[in-house]
């Protein structure tokens, strides 16, 4: 009864009248009886505008255009784009070419986002490419969807686009639209689904068309045993919708299912605007350990490139700093429009001395001889020898600098990712809190810093 | 060769002269003349003074009354007294009672520090408490030793004492005078056993009379399971003779031993005497992470206790320290004659901010619940629900001064024993270096302060 008046709300905020369906349809529809009579080819209208679980405004239009399964790649390809550049060129498009299995076109027609996508029309069994299989993904959920859940799959991405969890790319590490989609079909509405997913557990498995009968087959478990949320394929059977999908993203998921269902209101569905103050953030700052932050240029290259790599990198500081004792509280990083950062909070400077600790005395006497041979004043502590030591760095500002200098090849031999190893190469420290919005706003979320009230 | 000239030097600093040890014999057979003839109980000359594995200018005699095995415990411990006291009443000499198994007497005879204890005379298998098994050991170290053995025996002594390794006290936790005697005559010589021991390891057994010929049984085994060195008394096959030393100190003589077997000098037969100023102690401290210094009155109970419960105490304040995230680089107390001192070189203070760590997401929002009703600022890191706290402590100091502020009966109910609860209650920090010249000495020995060349 509440939620029901909640969803009427959310829906007559996010999901698009008919109206704006029927447009986009109508461009789709035109477009397709262009190629369909220039070149006899089939089309298919993918994307969530064509099975209207789109949210209002979004004006993308993904045409797929659908070659027999004998047709050569190269043919494909050529016709492919061919069939794009003239579509466009009839419609009077502005468009360009990019790149994906095949090359294809992307442009505006009459104000809606268009690609016109080439692939085999072949059996999901069959398909050469990650892009054949889409077509059959936009059926399934369209004979899948009644009207009422494709609202509610709109509901659902709003939701999850809120938490900041709507999304499979590699930056967002989340919920595709499809999965979104299958997850309705599957539990029967948003609401059910909410009340099902607060008590997902790890390794949760979901096959929605019942593939494996009696639970995942061996080399099956094997195969997504890294991930944490598996929801099977409904046209495929050996495939995980959810394979991209984080095992934080996936906690957060639960949690936020699990708040929403303790009090089913509006604010789920609203972008949460933090106001907060570089004066505020200075002063949480104060309250924490030493804060190190390095700037460099974005790297160029794709966010699902980027972002990997990005993680990686940290990574690969946080375990060369704890191998030199620097103790972590905290770190992140911000790929801006221009400036990358990287947020350290740690303690950023140790002690002089150290203790190196060597092999258990009755290891053996090879084992002493070789320590005793590299370290001078050793002494026996626990069952172990041990020698106190210099560090070679007590700052890590100075263990930072002397890591990430040299040449790019030099950083990536120590494992940084080449499209980041070419740009951090010139970091420099700066500032924790510099004037810069975006910023702000990434270390008042990271650092948890609430509003003043 | 060459270690035969060094033997020949230790054994002319450190073993007695025949004459000193004729002395000794004198005394004691006048006094055991005197009880044999008076009550007609035979004596026995136990102790390293008695069977010539003694250093010099030990002036110990210690003679053991031994009772027929049918005496009643009550008869034993009143005439055992009355032995005692008549025969130093007839040397006059000087005495005190003394109470371990039964209680005895203990003074001054002819220059001589001489024990008169009673014991049961009854074999190895048939003791009723410790102390009848002294006379055994005695006799076997006698019957297993020549002369030759009898002085590496003491050459081992000296060894061991020079490292702090010999005792077999709570205080120093190593080899016993009897350990020592087994070893010689086990290996055959010093040389031989410094051979052989730098290549002991973990779980060692040694069993010189070959009670257990095909290994230990299962039960002793279990019942030895914490030693890491097992030395089967001889005259009984189910007592570890061993049994106090502490890993450490086990590692600790290994290494000696590996030491001495690559330059077999007189350097391992004399204390070390390190000349270390308060100003090199004080420019140690100052490349290491803050040190807190606490002081209290030396708790009042004998050494066997006081040791074991300041090793407890310092084992509780660390954990509770690292329960409250202090990181700690280096621990040690030190029990002076007047002060107690406790040393915890440690990162002192830490951030406001603090993450308090929740149960998995996936574990079920029962957890979910208990934990958020009881944090407010929560979050999702990696699969954990989160909560950012501001910390109880950030001064390692403050943190102390409650923890141990209270009554007596509290600071045990947290796990300090009581001697020591009784006066850690009322410590006080001190700075690291004060002017008290066994403090430095402790402190230069734990830092592995260098004399300055």
């Known amino acids: 009864m509440e939620w029901e008046r909640v969803r009427e709300k959310i829906i007559e905020q996010v999901y698009p009248e008919q109206k704006?369906?029927?447009?986009?349809?109508?461009?789709?529809?035109?477009?397709?009886?262009?190629?369909?009579?220039?070149?006899?080819?089939?089309?298919?209208?993918a994307g969530s505008t064509g099975r209207?679980?789109?949210?209002?405004?979004?004006?993308?239009?993904?045409?797929?255009?659908?070659?027999?399964?004998?047709?050569?790649?190269?043919?494909?390809e050529q016709q492919g784009l061919t069939v794009g550049k003239k579509a466009f060129e009839n419609f009077?498009?502005?468009?360009?070419?990019?790149?994906?299995?095949?090359?294809?076109?992307?442009?505006?027609?009459?104000g809606h986002e268009v690609e016109i996508v080439p692939c085999y029309k072949v059996s999901p069994e069959n398909i050469k490419s990650a892009v054949d299989r889409t077509p059959h993904h936009s059926k399934w959920a369209s004979e899948n969807l009644n009207q009422r859940q494709k609202k509610d799959a709109v509901i659902l991405k709003k939701f999850l686009d809120s938490g900041g969890l709507?999304?499979?790319?590699?930056?967002?590490?989340?919920?595709?639209?499809?999965?979104?989609?299958?997850?309705?079909?599957?539990?029967?509405?948003?609401?059910?689904?909410?009340?099902?997913?607060?008590?997902?557990?790890?390794?949760?498995?979901?096959?929605?068309?019942?593939?494996?009968?009696?639970?995942?087959?061996?080399?099956?478990?094997?195969?997504?045993?890294?991930?944490?949320f598996v929801v099977i394929d409904p046209v495929d059977p050996e495939r995980n919708v959810a394979s991209v999908m984080s095992a934080q993203n996936y906690s957060r998921v639960i949690h936020r299912f699990w708040q929403f269902n303790r009090d089913p209101s509006m604010k789920f569905f609203q972008e949460e605007e933090r106001e907060i103050s570089q004066f505020e953030v200075k002063q949480e700052i104060d309250r924490r350990a030493d804060f190190l932050v390095m700037e460099f240029e974005r790297p160029e290259a794709v966010e699902d490139v980027i972002y990997p790599q990005m993680r990686k990198t940290l990574r690969r500081l946080e375990n060369v700093l704890e191998e030199k004792q620097f103790?972590?509280?905290?770190?992140?990083?911000?790929?801006?429009?221009?400036k990358t950062r990287i947020l350290l909070e740690l303690e950023a400077s140790l002690p002089e001395v150290r203790k190196q600790k060597g092999p258990k005395v009755f290891h053996g006497v090879e084992h002493l001889e070789q320590f005793t041979e590299k370290y001078e004043n050793t002494f026996i502590e626990d069952e172990r020898i041990w020698a106190k030591i210099d560090r070679d760095y007590t700052e890590a500002k100075a263990f930072l600098n002397d890591f990430l200098s040299g040449e790019v090849e030099e950083?990536?031999?120590?494992?940084?990712?080449?499209?980041?190893?070419?740009?951090?190469?010139?970091?420099?420290?700066?500032?924790?809190?510099?004037?810069?919005?975006?910023?702000?706003?990434?270390?008042?979320?990271?650092?948890?810093?609430?509003?003043?009230?």
Chains 1, 2 share one sequence.
């Open 166 to 228: 709507y999304g499979s790319s590699l930056k967002v590490q989340a919920f595709s639209g499809y999965l979104c989609e299958i997850l309705i079909a599957h539990f029967g509405g948003f609401k059910e689904l909410a009340e099902e997913a607060e008590n997902w557990r790890e390794n949760e498995v979901i096959d929605p068309e019942n593939h494996h009968g009696g639970g995942l087959p061996q080399a099956l478990k094997e195969k997504f045993s890294d991930e944490s």
């Open 20 to 45: 704006e369906l029927r447009d986009a349809r109508s461009v789709y529809e035109k477009i397709s009886a262009f190629i369909e009579g220039e070149y006899g080819l089939e089309t298919h209208f």
């Open 327 to 338: 103790r972590i509280f905290e770190t992140g990083f911000h790929v801006g429009e221009e």
């Open 92 to 110: 009077d498009g502005e468009y360009q070419v990019e790149y994906a299995e095949h090359p294809y076109t992307k442009g505006q027609i009459n």
């Open 411 to 453: 950083l990536e031999k120590k494992g940084i990712p080449d499209h980041v190893a070419k740009k951090i190469v010139e970091f420099r420290f700066t500032e924790a809190v510099p004037d810069d919005e975006e910023w702000l706003k990434y270390l008042a979320e990271k650092l948890k810093v609430k509003e003043n009230e």
């Open 52 to 76: 209207g679980t789109c949210m209002s405004g979004d004006k993308d239009i993904d045409l797929f255009v659908l070659f027999p399964r004998d047709t050569e790649r190269k043919t494909i």
